[in-house]
């Protein structure tokens, strides 16, 4: 292979060479990778508990546990009693809950409280609150005392808040301290920390006062004060911040984590890059269910039951605000009768509509979202919306008018089904942008405001459009 590579290299450029130099290293390192868990299964299975410990603690956690959730009841038996509690904990907190539970349920209760112990905070209080609360107070009473609290101290805070999400591993240190002593400090605490590349300065009372960041202590002399190279511009979050604004602050100032503040500014803890990724995916996939009406069911390990119940309401709802479109049809009767060639666009105005309030309802939700859209530009958003639509619907209205009268040789049917077209895009996007719009000004969630319910509400002002210009210019048809 390598031979007819070279032999052929005359007439490859340097962009299909990378390709193909890329696929064979991928399949190179995929064929290693194969190899190597291979060797880490058959030592598991073969009861060789160095060789399996050697080859199974040099991978990545996350590799880790791509392979730790592969096996069976039995072989993960078994690499529970090869590995410590401290070593499994780091796979434990990367389980999705339902195998965390899973995986739970087959510990001795001896073995999962070091292992809590050694959990970070924040991922211990995310499995607590998913589980039976008689189960997490005697987790809480196996676990050490100072964690247990710290633990508590997390549950005691609203769900979705910061103080909810924080962890309390972290450094802190007192603005006297030297450089010197502060690195020496970091050999010892960092093992535990969650993350050490922001060092976070308090006074006796426990008040943020500044923050030095790892390069900063780094480069400075070893006799420096920790005083003179911090900074006390802090960007710092209230223990009540909503999860969503905490994931918006971190992302604006591309921090790797922000300390979370009592209203009196005390150091509490930190919320870190990685939970800002789970919160900002979590809100995503609730703003997906929302527009998809499929609140609450869109993880794809709920049974069909479950999700058909979740699903169901907003269905029947939507099936019963349908009525109305067919009620609308039946006020336009005689119209219909008189010229029957109207019912044939019928479905592509219906759906035109749809499309087009749909797409300005997704703009929308993903501007409030990202905090783009603001009460200064309120209208500024109708108009972009209007004008798009207006400019999609011309486009639509001339393409439509010649295939009808190609196909039909009737002018008139053209001009009236072109110009539908152009007045329902041009309404269908400002209500697609509206609707989002004004259920945030009551303080809702916009996302709420779902796809299939804008249809349906689009769908219904298409028709009344179309059969209001059909009826007024029916004698000349």
């Known amino acids: 292979m390598l031979g007819v590579h070279f032999h052929h290299s005359h007439i490859m450029n340097s962009t299909d060479s990378y390709i193909i130099g890329g696929i064979i290293i991928a399949k190179l390192k995929k064929k290693a990778r194969e190899q190597y868990t291979k060797l880490i299964l058959d030592a598991l299975h073969a009861g060789e508990k160095e060789q399996f410990r050697n080859t199974f603690l040099e991978l990545h956690p996350s590799d880790q546990l791509d392979i730790f959730i592969t096996l069976d009841k039995d072989a993960r038996s078994r690499g529970y009693s090869y590995l410590l509690p401290n070593e499994f904990a780091v796979i434990f907190g990367l389980l999705k809950l339902s195998d965390q539970k899973l995986f739970f349920l087959e510990l001795d209760e001896s073995y999962s409280s070091t292992m809590f112990n050694h959990l970070f905070t924040d991922d211990v209080v995310n499995f607590l609150t998913e589980i039976n609360n008689t189960r997490a107070q005697d987790i809480l009473l196996n676990m050490d005392k100072g964690k247990a609290e710290k633990v508590k101290s997390l549950l005691s805070y609203t769900k979705e808040t910061a103080g909810a999400i924080m962890t309390k591993e972290l450094v802190s240190l007192s603005p006297t301290n030297l450089v010197s002593d502060v690195l020496e400090q970091l050999r010892n605490e960092a093992p535990n920390a969650k993350i050490i590349y922001y060092l976070y300065v308090i006074d006796a009372v426990g008040t943020l006062i500044g923050v030095v960041s790892l390069r900063d202590l780094i480069i400075a002399q070893p006799d420096e004060v920790i005083e003179n190279i911090m900074t006390t511009r802090i960007v710092s979050v209230p223990d009540d911040m909503d999860q969503e604004d905490v994931g918006k602050l971190i992302k604006k100032y591309d921090f790797l984590a922000a300390p979370v503040v009592s209203r009196q500014n005390r150091l509490l803890g930190i919320v870190t890059f990685d939970d800002v990724m789970d919160i900002l995916e979590a809100e995503a996939t609730k703003d997906f269910g929302e527009i998809s009406s499929a609140k609450g069911a869109t993880n794809i390990d709920l049974s069909a039951f479950t999700a058909a119940k979740k699903r169901a309401p907003w269905i029947i709802i939507l099936m ?43 703009i929308a939700v993903r501007g409030l979202a990202l905090g783009h859209i603001e009460r200064s530009n309120f209208w500024k958003m109708i108009r972009r919306e209007f004008s798009t639509g207006f400019m999609i619907g011309l486009t639509c209205m001339i393409l439509i008018s010649i295939m009808i009268t190609v196909l039909y040789g009737n002018l008139m049917l053209a ?21 989002p719009l004004l259920i945030n000004k009551l303080k809702l969630d916009p996302a709420i405001a779902s796809g299939p319910f804008i249809t349906t509400i689009n769908d219904i002002v298409g028709l009344l459009i179309y059969f209001s210009i059909a009826t007024s210019l029916m004698d000349f048809l």
């Open 320 to 362: 019963f605000l349908g009525l109305i479109t067919g009620s609308v049809i039946g006020q336009f009767e005689e119209t219909l009768e008189a010229v029957v060639m109207l019912a044939v666009f019928i479905p592509m105005i219906m759906g035109s509509a749809g499309n087009i309030g749909t797409q300005s309802l997704a």
């Open 415 to 435: 001009l009236i089904v072109g110009f539908s077209i152009l007045c329902t895009f041009g309404v269908s996007a400002v209500i697609g942008s509206t609707i």
